[in-house]
């Protein structure tokens, strides 16, 4: 299990065995948080550090920096260097990559480090990138899915609204997979997240929803859409689902969902 310390109140619920991995902006965050985390929580788990130059790591690191030797290249752009030291106060020790503009040098240095001193340098630096992946899914869940307003206590309660998030997330994930692949799976590898999809669908639109003979859900668009557009997407694609048995909502009494588009002023053409 990977986890991003965003949110404190979440901790408690964990299970400390179960984290591997924790992924921390140190720009609030002290030495002796690194040992408690590490020492004290998540003792079977390592930890992942973005650190800012502040006095004490400037210190570790400037023999380091001074030296212009076994600098690696990283990319075409930066260059790397590693170095193992233990935090004075809690003797905490870690492993830290620095990475600087190739150019620039010391006007660029950024810092990044983990407790798991066999990880390999370059693996440090692409690991820490995980974090923005996780914070950007937390954000997308409270967007989305509000999971930030949780009401109650009840603990049978709180763990079943959260089954009820989890359930509608891997529906949604289905739905993105067969949309296809530019939703599913875009340039910079993220996935369109429900209130993009929310917002390209029913946006400023004006909509009319009715039943059919058989009692499915139809639901048209009221603005004339071009063909090769989401919308058309999206119709074909609940079509295709309805023919292999697969666009049912069992809480509608298996009624199927159709999505269709109208140009609301076609009438105007016969008119003129």
Known sequence: M??????????????????????????????????????????????????????QILKLIKPATDSDEEWEPFNKDDEFKAIQVKL??????????????????????????????????KDILRKYRFRWVIENGIKDLVSSYFIDEIFGLDPVKVEFEFYCVMVARLAYEYFLKELGGQYYNKVDGNKCTLQKMRTLLFEKRNCKIEQDHSGNLILTLLDWQKKGTIEDHVSKMLLSLKEK?????????????????KNQYDFLKSVQ
């Open 88 to 121: 004075p106060k809690t003797g905490l020790e870690m492993k830290i990559v620095i990475l600087r503009d190739r150019e620039k040098k010391t006007e660029n240095i950024r810092c990044f480090s983990s407790t798991n001193l066999q990880l390999h340098s």
């Open 2 to 55: 990977h986890a991003c310390r965003k949110d404190t109140n979440i901790l408690p619920i964990l299970d400390p065995l179960a984290v591997q991995e924790l992924y921390i902006d140190s720009e609030y965050t002290k030495e002796k948080d690194f040992h408690y985390y590490k020492k004290v929580v998540f003792k079977n788990g390592d930890i992942f550090i973005c650190l800012k130059k502040n006095k």
């Open 245 to 261: 048995g697969k666009n049912k909502t069992l809480w509608w009494n298996n009624r199927s969902v159709f999505l269709r588009a």
